[in-house]
Each structure stands twice: as structure tokens, then as C-alpha cells.
């Protein structure tokens, strides 16, 4: 009875111990589980707010390349409305049967044509009759032609049109009409010219780039028609050309492009014509009836959340891990007498070690081989080596006390793989980072698998780990993860100015990052196009021969260009800078703009000019005083010549 009492009381404190641990166990892992959605919540605010400020830095760079190409385009006209250029259109008009005159103005207009990239020219009477064109085929106009004269004859002005679908050439383009004058009859109008623009050519390319690598990003220009949203631009995955898009907006009201041409600004999150979520940036394009959309799939921005959510993940279970060791210990320990009463069970495995020994010890991996109660019956050779214990010593040991693991950044013990699978029968393997101490107190990184041994009935009968030596794997991967670590440090310290600029002779700034500010005293905006200043006139005078003829030679060769010269920065202040870059050219090889980096060298130039100023000095000074030592020992000859002549001795010792 009394034997009996101990036993249930043994029992009782048993599972109120369990109890307390499961407990114990649970409460910790809500708090690790609440702690890690916090931290992976914040982390996906930051990616959302990136990836907000991406669309937005897209956007505007866009938008800016979108106004400085229109206002190059009105430039191109504006240029030819002048005294000599009505003359000529006024001779064309006058002689329509003088084939030379007709042939040098069609000449005249093709070559305009090919240097401004245009698809075609015509020009038009005041009648409105075409009376010539660059191209046999037909030019469609959006309007009739007269609906323009009031803004073209009258007030002077150059048309830039919308987008329009010709259904002659069956495509997409954009007109301009610009009027012709005769200036030397108090310009009275002559008559108009119609240029026409293939979005093709330039437009669209440049909505197709994204700056850095995206699978879903996309640029929309959009417009409003009639109740619909039109498509300006080709709609990735959709079959429809250009205008040919249209979306009913009273239909799709929650859609970015019905938000953005029902005059939505700023970021917008909905669901997109294909159905997938995007993120979106909405802006007007100034002076114009575009919309720009610039939008990036939602499962793309998410999917660079993974990675954390994995990390998070993998932390919470080696905590829980490391907890569950320590229940598992406990356990383990009321468990001993258990233990050590089935231990006579061992021996049903007898029969057949020696096969097992012999198929093991040819395996280039450490095997270990245990009955179900945890004890060791198999050690091969690399285990041998790998553990320093010998088959002889460790048999019959359990197999905690020879196969001793711990986490490599923790240092404290993990979950023995064993235990895992005599309790769950499945194969298991062993986490990140974790260290074999052998029996010398020697440590090897690991990575191993369990899987348990069954017999015909299913029946759990021991255990087989195979595990092998990565020390070496590990040691290359750290290496690896400190250069990187460095080279990320390198680029983050980096000084000086990102820039894009056309090839002109004033070098006109097309971007600029904000670092101008700091290395030149000028603001970005300062050396646009419509800045106060470009950015070629801060360039010291005698340096801009060779940095014109350094950037020449590079797009000839079409290499990057590094070259050192002086600038004056808001002050007047005379810096050196660094600048490397290239020339960036389309797919028909022709050049669009230069784009590089500029830093400051001022201060390690300055000192390299002073030390070969210091080193040029020295020389000067060493050659003036081997002269004077020269001319100081031929007088000394003299003087003992002179006191030998006169029968005296000489006064001075002159070594040769």
C-alpha cells in the first residue's frame, strides 16, 4: 500500500510539473509571438513608405523628361518662324510650278524632319490645301484644320495637340501646327506647317524604363474622353494599341485611372484593370490634359517581406526551441527510473550490429546508431573522429552524452534531434549555426538529419543520425558576409552629386541629386534649363577645352569618361572635382543625354599641387647649392696654384 501511495504521489507532482511547464510554455510564446508581429508590422510600414517614395521620385523625374522634351519641340518651331524662313515659304507658295524651288523647300523640310526626329511635315496654305508633305501617304488631323487659324495665324501661337489615332497609318501620334509669316509685309500669314510625332520614337521608351529592377512596375499616361479613361500608352498584358484602351469611368470608379482623370492627386491603393492589386502615385502632367500613373504591384512590395518574416519566425522557434530543451530536460529527468528499468531492452538489437557497422563505416558522413531508449549500439569511422569517442566507450552511452550539440551564438544546448524523433517518428534535422563538442573539447560546425529505424509493424526501434563536418562551409560564408559588409559601408560614404545632363555646350542639367547643393553652393533646380545658371559657366575656363574633348572621345568609343578639373561654387570658391560618367544612347545608338557622378577632390588635389610645388622648390634649391660647391673648389685651385707659383705652400686640401 505504502509502495503504492509513493508511486501515485510520484504521479500527481509528475503532471502538475507538466502542467505548470505547458503553462509556462504558452505564456511565453504568446509574448515572443506578439513581440515578433510588432517588429514585422513596423518593418512592413517602412517597406510601404519606400516603396510610396519610390513612386513618387519615379513620377516626378518623369514628369520633368516629359515637359523639358515638349519644350524642345515648341523650340524646334519657334526657331523656323523668322524673316528668312517666311521668305522661303512665301517662294514655295508663289512658284507651285518651279520645280527647283518646290525641291529645295522639300529638301529643306526633310532635313528638318531627320534632325528633329519627326515622322512628318506638311504645309498648308491659307486655304488650308496642302501644297506639300515629306511622305507620299495621307495625313489624318485630329480637327479640321481652320479650327486652328485663330491661335496659329492670328495670335502667333505654336499648337502643340493631343494624342490621336490615324486610321490611314492605323497609330498612334501628336501633331504640333505652328503658322508661317511674311515678315516683310507686317507679317501677314502665309500659311501653316504640320509636324507630326511618333510617341514611338521617344514618348513611350520612356515610359517602358523603371530606374531600378521591377517585375510589375508600370508608367500610365491617361486622359479623360467623353466619360471614358483612355490609355495613352501601351497597357502591359493588355491586346488594345494605344487609345484603343478605353475604361468606362462611371463603371470603374475605384480604378487609378478613373481616380486620376476624375482629378486625384497623390498616393491611391486599389485594385488594377487586371484585377491584382497596386499601389499607386496619380499626378497632372503640367500645361497638358495627361494624367501620369505611375503604380507597382502590391505582392511585389509585400514579397520583399518574406525574408523577415522568415527571420522573425526562425527566432521565435529557436526560442521555443530552447525552451521546449529545457522541458524536455525535466521531463527526461523524471523519466530516469523509467529509463533505467527498460534499459535490459538494448540488447534486442544485437543481432544485427554488425551489418549495420560494416554499411556504416563505409559512409563519408558521421553515423550514429541508437536502440529506442536513446543508447548508442553504432558509431562509424568520421563519427568516431568527429565525437573522439570510440565505438568501444561509447556504447551503451546515451546518446546526449556523446553526440554533445550546442547553438554557435548562444553557446547553450539545443534539442537533441534524437528526442525529436523517437517522440514524433519523422526525420528531422538540425538548425542554423549549431556546434558538435567533441569529447576533447574540440568544435565542429554541423548540419545533420535523424530519422528513425522501424520494424515490420511501424514500431519505433532506434535511430540512425548522419551527420557531417561545414566548420569550413560556415567560415567562407561569414567571409563572404564581411566583404559584403564593408563594400555596403564603402558605398554609403561615398561624397558627391548623381547628374544627368544633355550634351550641349552648356551641359543642361536634367537631374541633379541634392548633394549639388553641398559640393557646387547652388541648388539643383539652379542649373535646369530654365535655371539661373548652367552648369558648364562654373566650370573653370581654361578646363573646359579638356573636359568638352574628354566626353567627345568617350561617345566616339562609347566608354565611360573620368576626368579631374576646377569649378567656382556659389562663393567663387575654386574646388577640384572628380567626375565619371557616360553617355547613355537608345537602342539605334543615338545619344540621348550623359549621365555620372561628381565628387569633391579639392582637398587631396590641393595638396598634391603643393607638394609637387614644395618638391620642384627643393630641386631648385639642391641644383643652386651643388653650383655653388663647384665654383667654391675651383677657386680654392686657383688660390693653391697661386701660393705654389709664388714658392709658398699650399693653403687648401682638395679631395677629387
Not at 14 to 43: A, P, Q, W
Not at 107 to 130: K, M
Not at 393 to 414: C, M, P, S, Y
Request: net charge negative; hydrophobic share 35%; proline share 3%.
Amino acid at each position: 500500500m505504502k509502495n503504492s501511495v509513493k508511486e501515485n504521489s510520484g504521479g500527481l507532482n509528475e503532471r502538475i510539473t507538466r502542467k505548470y511547464l505547458i503553462i509556462s510554455f504558452t505564456l511565453f510564446f504568446i509574448i515572443i509571438s506578439t513581440l515578433g508581429y510588432y517588429v514585422f508590422d513596423k518593418f512592413r510600414s517602412e517597406t510601404l513608405e519606400q516603396a510610396e517614395d519610390e513612386l513618387i521620385s519615379v513620377s516626378e523625374m518623369k514628369i520633368q523628361e516629359i515637359e523639358h522634351w515638349r519644350k524642345e519641340r515648341i523650340r524646334n518651331l519657334e526657331n523656323i518662324q523668322n524673316e528668312v524662313f517666311g521668305a522661303r515659304i512665301k517662294r514655295t507658295l508663289d512658284n507651285p510650278d518651279d520645280p527647283a524651288v518646290q525641291k529645295e523647300m522639300l529638301d529643306w523640310f526633310i532635313r528638318f524632319e531627320d534632325i528633329y526626329g519627326y515622322d512628318r511635315i506638311c504645309l498648308h496654305d491659307l486655304n488650308g490645301a496642302e501644297r506639300m508633305r515629306t511622305s507620299e501617304s495621307e495625313v489624318e488631323m485630329p480637327h479640321p484644320l481652320d479650327s486652328y487659324y485663330e491661335r496659329i495665324l492670328n495670335k502667333g501661337e505654336i499648337v502643340f495637340e493631343d494624342f490621336y489615332f490615324d486610321n490611314i497609318q492605323n497609330k498612334t501620334y501628336l501633331p504640333m501646327l505652328a503658322g508661317m509669316f511674311d515678315y516683310k509685309n507686317n507679317k501677314s500669314p502665309l500659311g501653316t506647317i504640320v509636324v507630326r510625332i511618333d510617341p514611338e520614337e521617344y514618348l513611350y521608351p520612356l515610359l517602358k524604363s523603371w530606374p531600378i529592377p521591377r517585375k510589375s512596375a508600370e508608367l500610365h499616361l491617361v486622359r479623360k474622353e467623353d466619360g471614358f479613361a483612355v490609355f495613352l500608352n501601351h497597357v502591359k498584358g493588355s491586346g488594345e494599341v494605344a487609345l484603343k484602351n478605353r475604361i468606362n469611368i462611371n463603371e470603374n470608379k475605384d480604378l487609378p485611372i478613373s481616380k486620376a482623370v476624375s482629378g486625384f492627386y497623390g498616393i491611391y491603393k486599389s485594385k488594377d484593370i487586371n484585377g491584382k492589386e497596386v499601389l499607386s502615385f496619380i499626378q497632372p502632367i503640367p500645361d497638358t490634359p495627361w494624367f501620369l500613373i505611375a503604380k507597382i504591384e502590391t505582392d511585389e512590395i509585400n514579397s520583399s517581406l518574406s525574408g523577415i518574416s522568415y527571420t522573425i519566425s526562425g527566432i521565435i522557434l529557436l526560442l521555443m526551441a530552447l525552451l521546449a530543451t529545457g522541458i524536455t530536460y525535466i521531463i527526461k529527468f523524471q523519466k530516469y527510473n523509467y529509463y533505467k528499468q527498460i534499459a535490459k531492452k538494448s540488447s534486442e538489437l544485437a543481432a544485427s550490429e554488425e551489418n549495420l557497422r560494416i554499411t556504416m563505416a563505409s559512409i563519408g558522413d558521421g553515423v550514429i546508431a541508437t536502440d529506442e531508449y536513446g543508447k548508442i549500439t553504432l558509431l562509424n569511422k568520421t563519427a568516431e573522429i568527429l565525437t573522439g569517442w570510440k565505438i568501444e566507450e561509447a556504447k551503451g552511452k546515451d546518446i546526449t552524452q556523446v553526440f554533445r550539440i550546442i547553438n554557435a551564438l548562444t553557446r547553450k544546448e539545443v534539442l537533441n534531434p534524437v528526442d525529436v524523433v523517437m517522440r514524433d517518428g519523422r526525420v528531422v534535422g538540425l538548425a542554423n549555426h549549431t556546434v558538435l563538442i567533441s569529447k576533447s573539447g574540440k568544435e565542429y560546425q554541423i548540419a545533420d538529419s535523424a530519422a528513425p529505424i522501424l520494424d515490420e509493424t511501424g514500431k519505433i526501434k532506434g535511430m540512425i543520425l548522419v551527420f557531417s563536418d561545414v566548420t569550413e562551409k560556415y567560415k567562407n560564408q561569414e567571409k563572404i558576409e564581411e566583404n559584403e559588409r564593408f563594400l555596403n559601408s564603402m558605398i554609403s560614404n561615398l561624397k558627391g552629386m548623381v547628374y544627368r545632363c544633355a550634351n550641349n555646350d552648356h551641359r543642361t542639367m536634367i537631374y541633379l541629386s541634392k548633394e549639388c547643393k553641398e559640393l557646387t553652393g547652388f541648388y539643383p533646380e539652379d542649373f535646369f534649363e530654365s535655371g539661373k545658371i548652367k552648369y558648364n559657366e562654373i566650370i573653370h575656363e581654361s578646363d573646359r577645352d579638356i573636359v568638352r574633348k574628354t566626353i567627345a572621345t568617350a561617345l566616339i568609343t562609347k566608354e565611360h569618361f573620368v576626368m579631374e578639373y576646377r569649378v567656382f561654387a556659389s562663393e567663387k570658391e575654386e574646388k577640384w572635382v572628380l567626375e565619371k560618367g557616360r553617355g547613355v544612347f537608345d537602342e539605334s545608338g543615338n545619344l540621348r543625354f550623359l549621365e555620372g557622378f561628381i565628387t569633391d577632390i579639392n582637398m587631396s588635389k590641393t595638396a598634391e599641387i603643393q607638394i609637387r610645388a614644395k618638391s620642384e622648390e627643393l630641386e631648385k634649391s639642391n641644383s643652386l647649392m651643388i653650383g655653388r660647391e663647384v665654383k667654391m673648389v675651383e677657386l680654392k685651385k686657383e688660390i693653391n696654384s697661386m701660393l705654389k707659383e709664388s714658392g709658398k705652400n699650399e693653403r687648401y686640401v682638395i679631395s677629387e
